[in-house]
C-alpha cells in the first residue's frame, strides 16, 4: 500500500524568505503523480503544484517549485519570497495511474512571519 | 465557473443518528471522490463515485454509504453515527478521460457527533 510522510509538522519562515518542505513516499507502482495541496483555514484544498513521476523535469509554479527524487521517492517543496498568504497547512499527495485513492500526508503547518 | 459545492458547510447530530451530506462537482467534471478529514490529520479516502457507480473504496465501514446522480451530484450518508465519526468531510471532483490536474475540492462539511 502506498504511504506519504511529511515528517515536519509545523514550520515558520519570515516573509520573502525561501523555506522546504518535506515529503518521502513508498510505492511499488512506477506510474503515478505526485501533489502538493495548499489548505488555508478557509478549509478548502488548493493545488498548488503536481508532477509526473514519468517526468524527470522538476515542475515550477510561480514561486513553488519541487525537487522530486523517483529513486529515493521524496518530493520536497519549495516556496520562494514567502508571502503572508503561503499561511496555510499544507499536504503532499499521491495518486497511482491504477488507483483513485489519493493518498496525503499528515500535513506541515506552515506560518509566514513579517 | 462554479467550483464545487458542499452543503452544509457545519453539523451537528447526536451519536446513533444518520446524516446526509450533499456535494456538486465543479462543471464539467463527472467524478466525485469523498474524504473524511479528522483532526489534525491529512484526508482519508471514503470511496469513490463514477457514472452512478461506486467505483472504488477506502477501508471505511459499511455505515457509510454514497449515491450520484445523473447530474453528477453526489451525496455520503452516514449511519448509526459515532462520536468518531466526527471530522470534516470532503468532496473532490475530476473529471475522467482528462489529463490529472489532481482533484478539485470543496470547501468540506464539518460534523461534531455529540
Known amino acids: 500500500a502506498q504511504t506519504v510522510t511529511q515528517s515536519q509538522p509545523e514550520m515558520s519562515v519570515q516573509e520573502a524568505e525561501t523555506v522546504t518542505l518535506s515529503c518521502t513516499y513508498d510505492t511499488s507502482e512506477n506510474n503515478y503523480y505526485l501533489f502538493w495541496y495548499k489548505q488555508p483555514p478557509s478549509r478548502q484544498m488548493i493545488l498548488v503544484i503536481r508532477?509526473?513521476?514519468?517526468?524527470?523535469q522538476n515542475a515550477t509554479e510561480n514561486r513553488f517549485s519541487v525537487n522530486f527524487q523517483k529513486a529515493a521517492k521524496s518530493f520536497s517543496l519549495k516556496i520562494s519570497d514567502s508571502q503572508l498568504g503561503d499561511t496555510a497547512m499544507y499536504f503532499c499527495?499521491?495518486?497511482?495511474?491504477?488507483?483513485?485513492?489519493?493518498?496525503f500526508g499528515a500535513g506541515t503547518r506552515l506560518t509566514v512571519k513579517p | 465557473d462554479a467550483g464545487v459545492t458542499q452543503s452544509p458547510t457545519h453539523l451537528i447530530k447526536t451519536r446513533g443518528q444518520q446524516v446526509t451530506l450533499r456535494c456538486s462537482p465543479k462543471s464539467g467534471h463527472d467524478t466525485v471522490s469523498w474524504y473524511q478529514q479528522a483532526l489534525g490529520q491529512g484526508p482519508q479516502f471514503i470511496f469513490q463515485?463514477?457514472?452512478?457507480?461506486?467505483?472504488q473504496r477506502g477501508n471505511f465501514p459499511d455505515r457509510f454509504s454514497g449515491h450520484q446522480f445523473p447530474n453528477y451530484s453526489s451525496e455520503l450518508n452516514v449511519n448509526a453515527l459515532l462520536l468518531g465519526d466526527s471530522a470534516l468531510y470532503l468532496c473532490?471532483?475530476?473529471?475522467?478521460?482528462?489529463?490529472?490536474?489532481?482533484?478539485?475540492f470543496g470547501s468540506g462539511t464539518r460534523l461534531t457527533v455529540v
Open positions: 508532477q509526473e513521476a514519468y517526468k524527470q
Open positions: 463515485y463514477y457514472e452512478e457507480e461506486e467505483r
Open positions: 473532490a471532483s475530476s473529471f475522467q478521460g482528462g489529463d490529472v490536474y489532481g482533484y478539485t
Open positions: 499527495a499521491f495518486l497511482s495511474y491504477n488507483n483513485n485513492d489519493m493518498r
